[in-house]
């Protein structure tokens, strides 16, 4: 049977389940410390069983450790289209600026009426390709305090210590 696969939202369980996140804590820690000396199974309600290949076990283990952290977990194919609200929330923006992005060809977008589409592929790759260029940047100006020697300086005095 043939489904369509739509963004899904989970929230970590409430602090007022503390069994539930007790349950995750201890399934984080059977994850981390389970050996990959053997492809992890996937057992059904009626005892079937099928093998989880390797990357989907991956996901899996992530998806825990971030509820198990307390993190919400957002599910969504690479080819949805998100609102402009969505995708600024995505990128921790407000919308405006987001707009703003959208409109200087930052990020493509879709105007197939009067609302623009966001591909969540286009936002990730931007989303991508924005840090690399902070962390270039971070790079860059360590790079300089450390031969100038102004690393050593901390609030306007020189550290001696």
């Known amino acids: 049977m043939a489904s369509t696969i739509?963004?899904?939202t989970v929230l970590p369980p409430s602090s007022t389940e503390p069994d539930a996140r007790r349950e995750l804590r201890r399934l984080d820690e059977f994850m981390v410390a389970a050996s990959r000396a053997q492809q992890a199974k996937l057992v059904g309600p009626d005892g079937s069983e099928?093998?989880?290949?390797?990357?989907?076990?991956?996901v899996l283990r992530d998806v825990v450790k971030a509820m198990s952290q307390g993190f919400a977990i957002n599910i969504a194919p690479?080819?949805?289209v998100l609102t402009t609200q969505q995708a600024a929330d995505l990128l921790n923006?407000?919308?405006?600026?987001?707009?703003k992005l959208l409109e200087s060809g930052e990020i493509?977008?879709?105007?197939?009426?009067r609302h623009r589409r966001v591909l969540l592929s286009d936002l990730l790759?931007?989303?991508a390709r924005s840090r690399a260029e902070r962390q270039g940047l971070l790079d860059e100006l360590t790079a300089s305090a450390s031969r100038d020697g102004s690393d050593d300086i901390v609030d306007g005095f020189i550290q001696t210590r």
């Open 50 to 58: 099928v093998t989880l290949p390797e990357q989907v076990y991956d």
């Open 108 to 113: 493509p977008f879709e105007k197939p009426a």
């Open 78 to 80: 690479l080819n949805a």
């Open 93 to 99: 923006v407000s919308r405006p600026t987001l707009v």
């Open 125 to 127: 790759e931007y989303r």
């Open 6 to 8: 739509e963004q899904h």
